[in-house]
């Protein structure tokens, strides 16, 4: 019931004021740790060890591609769901589960030490971009404890929501709780869903004046959610100070004297809530509420490198449901079986074991020209459809067209 640190006048105190009689230390309780300590890997290794002792037992069975998919998305990875909903795992315990998974993916029945011939990166993309939609672990984690986070600002009511407020931040807001020592492991691990929820809340008008004009966001840039006017020697402070108190609008005339004209063009299309607070909304949803599916995808994107001209996190975040490049969507439509479609993919991943990609990947391969015209090297596009013998194949099908479309 107590941690080792709790001073024995407070444990005796606490049991007299609760009319326990006597305590008993259980390693767990609801099926997560009481006690996590220093070691979070000995802490959570029995997450590893369930997720291990399913994934050996796949092992013995001769399971397609197809069938590992499934096998990983709806068993594997939905065991440490619950765990991640209330601690964080630690970026490198996520690294050690999906190497797990990674090696049983592209293991075989007898042997485990293969080629990954795609990276588990890129296995976790979506569909659509030419991964699998396999989750990345460490994403998914702060997703779940940004859900948490969540649920404080929306429930401020709740006992969970009052008693860590008035232990870790009781003189401010949720979205301002920064860490300080000797907090637990439990609220430490919150503070990582926190920035997660930093990174995609804004505030929608009312009538209370507590959203600042300068500090937080609320306009809704497709970048960022604050304003881009420098303040400079500005006396307003709040945003209900922009809104005229006879009439319940914005004030025109004040705001073109105060904004930029981007800035302006944003503010007067904001609606205002006349009787209403201001409120915590998600950026990421038309209705505003928050979901860990949107919170995964935001997350993703702002662990992505900076690519294409990205500038900082905003950037990252206004391409969250940027179009993706249709080909690979189409692939996984293609008329057929799951396993053709699966082998089409990895064709297109030049991930086949073919001569040229052995050698690419320090294989010594002694020729990597074609088995049947010897002219070109043996890579996909050549083999399956470029090959002079290939292409009478086609012909021969009456599948001509297609073969011209790949």
């Not at 964080?88 to 592209?106: A, M, N, V």
């Not at 970048?223 to 209900?240: A, D, H, K, Q």
């Not at 500038?311 to 391409?319: E, L, N, Q, R």
Request: charged content about 25%.
């Amino acid at each position: 019931m107590f941690t080792p640190n709790t001073l024995d006048a407070l444990r005796v105190e606490v049991k007299n004021t609760l009319a326990i009689q006597s305590e008993n230390w259980n390693e767990k309780y609801l099926g997560l740790p009481v006690h996590v300590g220093q070691s979070k890997r000995k802490a959570f290794a029995y997450i590893k060890g369930a997720v291990a002792g399913k994934v050996y037992g796949w092992k013995e069975r001769l399971i397609a591609k197809r069938g590992k998919e499934v096998l990983v998305k709806t068993v594997a990875q939905a065991i440490p769901t619950y765990a991640m909903s209330c601690f964080y795992l630690t970026k490198s315990f996520c690294e050690e589960l999906s190497s797990l998974l990674g090696r049983y993916w592209w293991s075989q029945q007898d042997k485990e030490d293969t080629i990954h011939w795609i990276s588990w990166e890129k296995l976790t993309k979506p569909k659509s971009m030419g991964g699998l939609g396999f989750r990345d672990m460490e994403c998914f984690n702060r997703a779940m404890l940004s859900r948490q986070i969540w649920r404080l600002i929306q429930f401020r009511d709740s006992l969970c929501a009052r008693v860590l407020k008035a232990r870790y931040f009781p003189n401010t807001h949720v979205l301002d709780a920064s860490p300080k020592p000797g907090i637990s492991n439990s609220w430490r691990s919150l503070l990582h869903g926190l920035e997660l929820i930093k990174e995609g809340y804004i505030w929608r008008i009312g009538d209370e004046a507590r959203v600042n004009i300068w500090r937080d966001p609320w306009i809704p840039w497709p970048w960022s959610r604050r304003v881009i006017t420098p303040r400079r020697g500005n006396l307003l402070e709040y945003v209900s100070e922009l809104i005229d108190p006879t009439s319940g609008v914005w004030d025109e005339r004040l705001v073109r004297e105060t904004f930029w004209t981007d800035d302006v063009h944003h503010i007067l299309r904001i609606p205002l809530r006349e009787g209403v607070p201001d409120f915590v909304a998600w950026q990421y949803d038309s209705k505003g509420e928050h979901s860990v599916r949107s919170a995964y995808k935001l997350q993703v994107k702002l662990g992505k490198p900076l690519i294409q001209g990205e500038v900082g996190a905003s950037s990252a975040t206004s391409s969250i449901n940027q179009r993706m490049d249709d080909s690979w969507t189409r692939l996984w439509k293609l008329p057929g079986p799951r396993n053709i479609q699966m082998f089409t993919w990895r064709l297109k991943h030049e991930s086949l074991a073919l001569r040229s990609n052995l050698k690419k990947r320090g294989i010594p391969v002694e020729d990597t020209p074609c088995l049947f015209c010897g002219k070109a090297e043996e890579d996909g596009g050549h083999l399956f459809i470029k090959c002079k013998h290939v292409k009478g194949v086609w012909r021969a099908l009456e599948m001509e067209q297609e073969r011209g479309m790949l």
